[in-house]
Structure formats: structure tokens, C-alpha cells
């Protein structure tokens, strides 16, 4: 399994971002998956889940409403739109296929000005 995200960088406050998580070695379209972050001296937390065929997605109650999780199941890959950022959104944020334990390797998000 390989999870690579793409996507992070600098925005202000009140901008957007569109993260990518290119997955490959497996069925990714046979997979549930997920949008982790962690912010610095805090724990990894749960940002939002999507099925396997992209039609049920969960959103931590933080985001909901300023995030979309999506995927391309012919191109194996996973997003998050992330919209209306704000400061405390700064964190690496992490794909990961929802139930088994494959991670990527984070993109670093900063919001500021």
C-alpha cells in the first residue's frame, strides 16, 4: 500500500485549499478512507471519512460545512477541499484507508497571515 498526499502550503485566513492522496499498491476503490490532521503538541484527529464508492461521507464537527471529502476511483485518488481556512486548520494532514492501518506521509498545511 502507498499513500502520497499532495496539495499542502501557506494560505490566509479565509482562503482554500485542495489536498490530493495518490494511492497505488492496492484497490483503492474497494477501500473506506480517511482525512487525518495534527496540529503541533496535539493529538492526530479525525477530519472526515468517505465510503468506498465516494456516496457516504463524516465530517468532524470542526470542518462540517468548510471541508469536502471526495474521490476519483478511476484515478485512485483521494481529496479533501478545504475552504474558509482558518488558523487553528494548520496541521499536517494525513490520508489513511479508513479501517486498516496504511497512513501517508502528511502534507503540511499553514493558515496565516
Known amino acids: 500500500v502507498q499513500l502520497v498526499e499532495s496539495g499542502g502550503g501557506l494560505v490566509q485566513p479565509g482562503g482554500s485549499l485542495r489536498l490530493a492522496c495518490a494511492a497505488s499498491?492496492?484497490?483503492?476503490?474497494?477501500?473506506?478512507m480517511s482525512w487525518y490532521r495534527q496540529a503541533p503538541g496535539k493529538e492526530r484527529e479525525l477530519v472526515a471519512s468517505?465510503?468506498?464508492?465516494?456516496?457516504?461521507?463524516n465530517y468532524a464537527g470542526s470542518v462540517k460545512g468548510r471541508f469536502t471529502i471526495s474521490r476519483d476511483n478511476a484515478k485512485s485518488t483521494l481529496y479533501l477541499q478545504m475552504n474558509s481556512l482558518k488558523p487553528e486548520d494548520t496541521a499536517v494532514y494525513y490520508c489513511?484507508?479508513?479501517?486498516?492501518?496504511?497512513w501517508g506521509q502528511g502534507t503540511q498545511v499553514t493558515v496565516s497571515s
Open positions: 468517505i465510503n468506498y464508492s465516494g456516496t457516504n461521507t
Open positions: 499498491r492496492f484497490t483503492f476503490s474497494s477501500y473506506d
Open positions: 489513511k484507508t479508513r479501517w486498516e492501518n496504511y
